[in-house]
């Protein structure tokens, strides 16, 4: 079964008289317990793409398909609930909340459930990701990794069946990039489903069973992780 499918979606942004076509009849579909990756260069519509995959934004045409609902067909309140509990989210700008501690941001997913956080999972949770030491402090605090780490954290905390992840290794030291690919890798044997948009293209492909490849709001390319990592236009433009 399809968790998620995606047929033809475009989105054009326009600031005043200028139009910038970011997505182009793309169509994605990716099944329970996929681990996908969207790679493409900066400004091909990954982000665009995500968003609009993950619900948080509406393409201008086209339709995303969530556990087979048309979800354009949900209104606010069962949009945001239907994104709390079947999907993480992992964005670009780690979209933490300032003013609380890495704590309360690890909790909020639950808090906003309506539900009590579990400690014991919170500090679980901290420790697999390396944050353990920054249960009090707020995000300003901390470092650009440990702040990835903590994102990732608050997606794991409400135990979606799917996670879908913006450039989870941008800006991130190589060692770093290796061990959030290597949690990813753990998450994805443990049966969750995955999507990842990268320009790292090496890191995501090799772990990847499936990718996309995004050029200039178009899927130019697809096929398994392996065979694009074989192929020489991929090896040429991106590795
Ligand atoms: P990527 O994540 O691959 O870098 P984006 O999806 O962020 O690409 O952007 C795709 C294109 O759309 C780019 O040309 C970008 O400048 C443009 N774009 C993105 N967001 C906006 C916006 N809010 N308003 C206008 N143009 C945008
Ligand atoms: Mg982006």
Redesign the pocket.
């Known amino acids: 079964m399809d968790i998620l499918r995606a047929e033809g979606i475009s989105k054009t ?1 326009r ?1 005043g008289s200028v139009e ?1 076509k ?1 997505l182009k009849q793309c169509s994605i579909n990716i099944q329970k317990g996929d681990f996908t990756a969207v790679i ?10 995500l968003r609009i995959l993950g619900t948080i934004d509406k393409p201008d045409s086209g339709k995303v398909y969530i556990d087979d609902t048309d979800i354009s067909t949900l209104n606010n309140k069962s949009l945001a609930r239907f994104r709390r509990t079947k999907i993480g989210f992992i964005y ?1 700008d780690y979209s933490l909340v300032p003013e609380y501690t890495a704590y309360e941001n690890i909790i909020l997913p639950i808090i906003l459930d309506g539900k009590k956080p579990d400690r014991d999972e919170v500090s679980r949770i901290m420790d697999i990701l390396s944050i353990g030491h920054c249960l009090r402090k707020l995000p300003s605090q901390m470092s650009g990794g440990e702040q990835q780490m903590l994102a990732m954290g608050r997606a794991l905390m409400s135990h979606p069946r799917m996670i879908v992840m ?2 989870p290794s941008m800006g991130l030291a190589p060692i770093l990039v290796e061990q959030i690919f290597k949690i990813i890798q753990t998450l994805h044997e443990a049966g969750t489903t995955i999507l990842l ?1 990268e320009q790292n293209a090496q890191a995501a492909l090799s772990i990847a069973d499936r990718g996309y490849v ?1 050029e200039t ?1 178009k899927i130019v390319t697809s096929g398994t992780g392996t065979e694009l990592l074989a192929s020489p236009e991929i090896k040429k433009a991106y590795l």
């Open positions: 942004y600031t910038v970011a493409g260069k900066s400004g091909s519509g990954k982000s665009t793409l670009q913006d450039e948009v995004l709001g």
